[in-house]
C-alpha cells in the first residue's frame, strides 16, 4: 500500500480494504502495471499474465487453501499458492458460492 492518489489512473479497482483480489477496469498485458486502490490505500501489482477487462488478479499472496477475498468476504479458497499479479479465476480458486457457511464474517452464504 502506498501513497494517496486521484485515481485517475486506475486500472483496477479494489472493493474493500481487506480484499486480496481486485478487479480489471481494462485488459492489461503481462508485465502491466494493475494500478488500484481504495481511499488513501493503494495496491500496485506487475501483471505475471495478460488478464481480460473485468477479471480477478491478486494483489497479495494467497495460499492454497486460502480464502480469495472480495467485496472483504471470501468468494472462494485457492487451489494453489497465487502469486500477486497472478489472474485469479476457475483454474486456481474454488468457488465459495453455493452454501457455503462463513461464519466468521458474520454471514451464511
Known amino acids: 500500500m502506498s501513497e494517496k492518489r486521484d485515481g485517475s489512473n486506475r486500472s483496477a479497482i479494489l472493493l474493500h480494504e481487506g480484499d ?9 498485458s503481462e508485465g502491466d502495471l494493475a494500478v488500484t486502490g481504495l481511499a488513501d490505500a493503494t495496491a500496485d501489482v506487475r501483471l505475471r499474465e495478460d ?5 480477478k488478479v491478486a494483489v497479495r499472496p494467497i495460499g492454497k487453501g486460502g480464502d480469495v477475498i472480495k467485496y472483504g468476504m471470501p468468494i472462494g ?3 494453489s499458492d497465487i502469486e500477486p499479479g497472478t ?10 458460492r453455493y452454501g457455503f457457511r462463513q461464519e466468521k464474517y458474520g454471514v451464511h452464504a
Open 20 to 28: 486480496n483480489v481486485a478487479t480489471l477496469l481494462k485488459d492489461l
Open 51 to 55: 488478464v481480460r477487462f473485468g477479471h
Open 77 to 79: 479458497q485457492a487451489l
Open 87 to 96: 489472474w485469479v479465476h476457475v483454474h486456481n480458486c474454488r468457488s465459495a
